[in-house]
């Protein structure tokens, strides 16, 4: 099921703007809410990492995978609301470059 940028960015404002208000840090709660939107973000960043539009062999591939693999272990442990909503949004400029066929300077 594909859904149109506009349509994951405003999911994603949705479930930023539902996370505790006014609090700095994420809740257990939050993050529970958050983990669906980001296994989908996960699989989607991989599966296009295997697009022939990207101009890549298979070591190429791999590597980039792992890099991918690398952020998101990372990525993690963040508590910082804000930086969990910078993450969503950097994971869905990458994935809009990666559509395009193009590679993304963060994992360039």
């Known amino acids: ?37 980001v296994l989908s973000l996960y699989r989607q960043l991989l599966r296009s990492l295997n697009s ?7 070591a ?14 990372v990525a993690s442990e963040e508590r910082s609301l804000h930086n969990i909503q910078d993450l969503f949004d950097a994971a869905d400029y990458s994935l809009s470059l990666l559509r395009k066929g193009e590679i993304p300077k963060y994992i360039q």
Not at 11 to 16: G, H, K, N, P, S
Not at 52 to 58: A, Q, V, Y
Not at 60 to 73: D, G, Q, S, T, Y
Request: aromatic letters at 6%; proline letters at 3%; a positive charge.
């Open 1 to 37: 099921m594909k859904r149109g940028l506009w349509q994951m960015t405003a999911a994603l404002a949705t479930i930023i703007t539902k996370m505790a208000k006014g609090l700095i840090w994420a809740t257990a709660e939050d993050l529970a809410r958050n983990r669906g939107q």
């Open 60 to 73: 190429a591939r791999l590597a980039k995978k792992a890099e991918v693999r690398a952020i998101f272990m």
């Open 52 to 58: 022939p539009d990207l101009p890549l062999n298979l």
